[in-house]
C-alpha cells in the first residue's frame, strides 16, 4: 500500500467510527452490565470479558473491518477507469501542517469538434457523505493547434489582373485621360506607362497628353508578397489630333479704327469678339471702338479635326475727336477769317472748350463759353497784339467719350 493509501485508510476507520450508531434500549444495556460484571468475578475469564466482552472493543472491532470493505471497494473503482474516458487523473500531494491531504484533479483531453454520432464526455461528480464535499475535480479542456498557412509556391505564383480601361480613346490637344485598373487592391505594385515618355505608380491616375500623336499604353503590375509580373500593352490606344493656333496682332489708324490679323498660316475658320458684343470674322479684320474703355478681345481658330484653339489680348481704347484746328487768322473786317476755332460743322457734334494764352506775357486773352466758341482777335473789346498765341481746346462727343489732347500755336495777323 502507498503513502497516499495509508492516510487514505486512517481517514476512513476515523469516519466510519464516529458515524457508528450502537442500537438497543436503555434497559438492555442494564442487563448486560450485571451479566458482565458477574462473569468478570471468574478469575478464567478475566481476558475474555477484559478485552473481548468489553463493548468498546467489540464496537472500534466492527468499525475497522467495516472501513476496510468500503476502501478496498473504493479503492478497486478509482484503480481501474474506463478505457473510453479521455481524462486523465493526475494526484497531487499537499504538504499542510506536517499533513498529507490528496487532492485530485481530473483534466480531460482538451475540446476538440466532435460529429453528431460521437458522445460528449461526461463530467463526473463524486458522492456526498454525511455532507463532507470530496475534493474538487477540474476537467480542462485540450486547445487545438492553429495551423500555420505556410508561404508555398503557390501563393508566390498568384497574378493580378492587368486589364484597364480608359475614359476616353481620342481627343483634341491637350488631352486628359484617366485610367481605370480591372483589379484594384492596396495590395498590388501599379506601373503605367502612357506611350509618351510619362510614367505613373498611382492605381487609378490622370494624365494630360500635350502633343498630337497615336500612344500605346501599358500597365504592368504585381502582388507584394508574389514574384510574378503581369503586364499589358494596348497598341494605339489613345489618338490626340492637333489643335490650331490662335494669335493676332493689331493696328489704331488716326480715325480711331482698329486692324486686327492672324499671326498663323493655318488654313483655319477665325472669329472675333471684339469685347464691346459686335463679332466677325477672316483673317484680317477691322473694328471701330465708339466709347473710351478697355476691352477684351478674342480670336477662336477651329481646324478641320474640329479641334479649337482661344486667343485673348486686352485693349485700351481712348477716342480722339479729329477736329480741324487754323494755324493763323484775320480778324480785318474783311469777311474772310474773322475767328479762330472750330468749323462750325464740328460744332454740331461735338461740345467745345477752348483756351487762348498770349506766349510774349502768358495771359489768358479768351475763354470760350456757351454760345461763344470762338476768338474774334480782341481783349476786352480792344484789339489784340499781332504776334504768336498758344491755344489748348477739351471735346466731348455724343457718346460722353472727352477728348483734352488738342493744343497748337496760331498767328494773329492784322
Known amino acids: 500500500m502507498s503513502l497516499n493509501n495509508k492516510y487514505r485508510f486512517e481517514d476512513l476507520v476515523k469516519e466510519k467510527v464516529d458515524s457508528f450508531d450502537m442500537p438497543g434500549e436503555k434497559g438492555n444495556w442494564a442487563e448486560f452490565e450485571k451479566d458482565l460484571q458477574a462473569n468478570m468475578q471468574s478469575p478464567s475469564s478475566n481476558f475474555l470479558t477484559r478485552y473481548i466482552a468489553n463493548p468498546v472493543t467489540i464496537v472500534s472491532f466492527v468499525a475497522v473491518i467495516t472501513a476496510g470493505y468500503f476502501l478496498f471497494t473504493e479503492l478497486n473503482d478509482t484503480s481501474s477507469p474506463d478505457e473510453s474516458d479521455t481524462s486523465q487523473v493526475i494526484v497531487q500531494d499537499d504538504v499542510k501542517d506536517n499533513k498529507v491531504q490528496p487532492e485530485i484533479v481530473i483534466q480531460p483531453v482538451e475540446e476538440k469538434i466532435i460529429d453528431s454520432e460521437e458522445t460528449v464526455p461526461e463530467i463526473i461528480t463524486p458522492a456526498e457523505n454525511n455532507n463532507d464535499q470530496e475534493p474538487e475535480i477540474i476537467i480542462e479542456e485540450e486547445s487545438v493547434p492553429v495551423e500555420e498557412v505556410e508561404e508555398t509556391a503557390d501563393t508566390k505564383a498568384q497574378i493580378p489582373s492587368s486589364a484597364f480601361s480608359i475614359s476616353t480613346h481620342e481627343g483634341c490637344a491637350p488631352l486628359n485621360v484617366s485610367f481605370m485598373p480591372l483589379e484594384r487592391s492596396s495590395g498590388i505594385i501599379y506601373l503605367w506607362d502612357f506611350g509618351d515618355g510619362e510614367k505613373s505608380t498611382e492605381m487609378t491616375p490622370d494624365h494630360k497628353y500635350k502633343k498630337s ?48 490679323s492672324v499671326v498663323s498660316s493655318e488654313d483655319n475658320q477665325y472669329s472675333w469678339d471684339f469685347g464691346d458684343n459686335e463679332n466677325e470674322t477672316g483673317e484680317v479684320v477691322e473694328h471701330n471702338y465708339v466709347k473710351n474703355g478697355t476691352y477684351i478681345v478674342s480670336l477662336t481658330a477651329m481646324n478641320a479635326d474640329g479641334c479649337v484653339d482661344s486667343y485673348f489680348k486686352e485693349i485700351k481704347v481712348k477716342i480722339k475727336h479729329n477736329i480741324y484746328m487754323p494755324e493763323a487768322f484775320t480778324p480785318n473786317n474783311d469777311v474772310k477769317n474773322e475767328l479762330f476755332g472750330p468749323h462750325k ?42 504776334g504768336k498765341y498758344t491755344w489748348k481746346m477739351t471735346s466731348v462727343d455724343k457718346y460722353g467719350n472727352v477728348d483734352d489732347g488738342h493744343h497748337g500755336t496760331l498767328w494773329l495777323i492784322q
Open 213 to 260: 500623336g497615336i500612344y500605346d499604353v501599358s500597365l504592368t503590375v504585381k502582388y507584394y508578397k508574389s514574384d510574378e509580373i503581369n503586364t499589358f500593352v494596348n497598341e494605339e490606344m489613345i489618338t490626340v489630333r492637333e489643335k490650331p493656333e490662335a494669335k493676332f496682332v493689331y493696328d489704331r489708324s488716326l480715325d480711331n479704327s482698329y486692324k486686327f
Open 345 to 386: 460743322d464740328i460744332l454740331d457734334e461735338y461740345k467745345i472748350q477752348l483756351v487762348i494764352v498770349d506766349l510774349s506775357t502768358g495771359q489768358v486773352v479768351f475763354q470760350s463759353t456757351e454760345g461763344n466758341c470762338c476768338w474774334d482777335g480782341t481783349i476786352k473789346g480792344r484789339k489784340a497784339n499781332p
